[in-house]
């Protein structure tokens, strides 16, 4: 099963993630299908917290890829987001 899932980055106490696509079978930290955004617990200023490719989320979640739980509340959160940017 391909699964959209966070896989960590970034120095000791300065996490980093990058939102990724991949098997599930596959280990947290390995090799990834495709890179579709990335997640900055720690930003400051003016520096971005989240960037996700959502055209790119919709077709993996069309071809039967499922969401770990955290991405799920990313996700949701970042459309909420950009509708109130855009409208």
Known sequence: MVTIRL???GARNQPFYHIVVTDSRKRQGGKSLE??????PVARG???KVRIDLPRVDY??????QQSDR????VKAYRKQ??????
């Open 46 to 48: 003016a520096e971005i």
């Open 7 to 9: 896989t960590r980055r």
């Open 82 to 87: 950009a509708v109130a940017a855009n409208g």
């Open 71 to 74: 991405v799920d509340a990313l």
């Open 35 to 40: 890179q579709i955004g990335f997640f900055n």
């Open 60 to 65: 993996w979640l069309g071809q039967g890829a």
